[in-house]
Every structure is written in C-alpha cells, then in structure tokens.
C-alpha cells in the first residue's frame, strides 16, 4: 500500500445520502483508478483518470461521479447512495503497466 | 469489457505442494498479469507477460500465456502456508493502462 491512503476506510450511510471517498497518493503517478469489488464479481473498474481533470468511465459508473483536480488526489462520489452499492471500493495507481493498490474502503449502505 | 474467467474458484493444498490456477480471457490483449491479494488488504502485483512473452518465472512463480487459447496459468511451486490468499489474473487491453480482472482463485495452504 505504499505511498496511497484511502479515506475513510469504513463507512456507513444511509440509503439517499451523497457519499465521497478520497484515495491519496504520493508517488505522483498520472493514472488512478477507482474499482469496487463484491462476491462473485472480482475487481471491477468504475472510473478512472489519466491527468489533471481527465477522467473516463469503466465497467460500473452509473450512480458514481469523480474528480482530479489534484495529482495526487481521486474522489469518488456516490450522489444518492443504494444499497446496491453496498462494497468494498479500492483506490489503484500506474505510470506503466502496474497497478499499485491502496487498503480499500468498506461502505455499508443500509 | 466483460471479465476473465479462472479455474478453480478455490483450491486447496498441502504446504510443499505445487499450486496451479488457470484463466481465460475474451480478447486480445497487450499484457496480462497476476495479483495476489490477502484477506481484507489491497492487492499487490506478482508478475506481468507481455502478449509476444510465452512464459515467465519470479523466484516461484512461474506464469505461461498461450494467446491462441486466450489462457494464462499461475504456478506456485513448493508453497508454503504464507501463500495462502486470492490471486487474480488482470488484462490490459487496450489504452489508459486498463485493467480487466477475473473473479479470482482462493488458494488455501494447509500445514
């Protein structure tokens, strides 16, 4: 997990509350992504970025939005939290072919 | 782009005993590679083989690619309690460093 924090690592809201998490790193790599990872489903990539204010969609955006105005910070934001998107949500990091995996965040949305 | 498939979903073994996991892929790819990743953390990369590379070893690791079967396998060999975790394999693609997992294997090593 070196050099990538997540913020908060656990988190329980309320179904309709907006929600945003925050990956941070200090490696000071161009390309950040956002994954959710649920039973049966492995990783999949919700949104990612490859600069400043450059962003594009992965497999499972609706109901997600993201930003970069920053290097070094990625936010995700769930507008109107669903229980469907209840899930473990990790944070990832390249410059070149590897990714570089933050701890992850547990969101429970009752 | 739709997910890889791996086989077997979990697999248990011996430790000093050799364990092998196999995935599939849908489409052409430019590289693919292996993660590991231990209950409740991120995960962590192992290797990567490039789609011209056949075959690929890291200290016990040893990973094939066969492009014409669009397959990879994962060989831990001697394993050890240690390695007990969920390793998945990852494609890229396309541009954008883009990474397409599959559902992962969960390897257990037993004492």
């Known amino acids: 997990d070196a050099g990538i924090t997540q913020s908060p690592r656990h988190k329980v809201t309320e179904t309709g509350t907006p929600v945003t998490l925050r990956c941070h790193q200090t490696?000071?790599?161009?390309?950040m992504y956002w994954y959710r990872q649920d039973p049966g489903h492995g990783l999949r990539l919700i949104h990612y970025?490859?600069?400043?204010?450059?962003?594009d969609k992965g497999e499972v955006s609706d109901g997600y939005s993201v930003s970069r105005s920053k290097t070094e910070d990625f936010l995700l934001t769930l507008e109107s939290a669903t229980s469907s998107q209840t899930s473990v949500y990790f944070c990832?990091?390249?410059?070149?072919?590897?990714?570089?995996f933050g701890p992850g965040t547990r969101l429970t949305v009752l | 782009s739709q997910q890889g498939e791996e086989d077997p979903q979990a697999l248990s073994i011996q430790e000093g005993e050799n364990a092998t996991m196999n995935c599939s892929y849908k489409?052409?790819?430019?590289?693919l590679q292996w993660y590991r990743q231990n209950s409740g953390r991120g995960l962590v990369h192992l290797i990567l083989i490039r789609s011209n590379e056949r075959e690929k070893h890291s200290g016990r690791l040893r990973v094939t690619l066969d492009t014409s079967k669009k397959s990879s396998s994962l060989l831990i060999t001697a394993s050890r309690a240690a390695d007990t975790a969920s390793y998945f394999c990852?494609?890229?693609?396309?541009?954008?460093?883009?990474?397409?997992f599959g559902t992962g294997t969960q390897l257990k090593v037993e004492l």
């Open positions: 990852a494609q890229e693609e396309g541009g954008g460093n883009k990474l397409t």
């Open positions: 489409t052409s790819i430019n590289n």
């Open positions: 970025s490859y600069g400043v204010k450059d962003t």
């Open positions: 990832a990091i390249s410059e070149t072919d590897t990714q570089y």
């Open positions: 490696e000071n790599h161009r390309y």
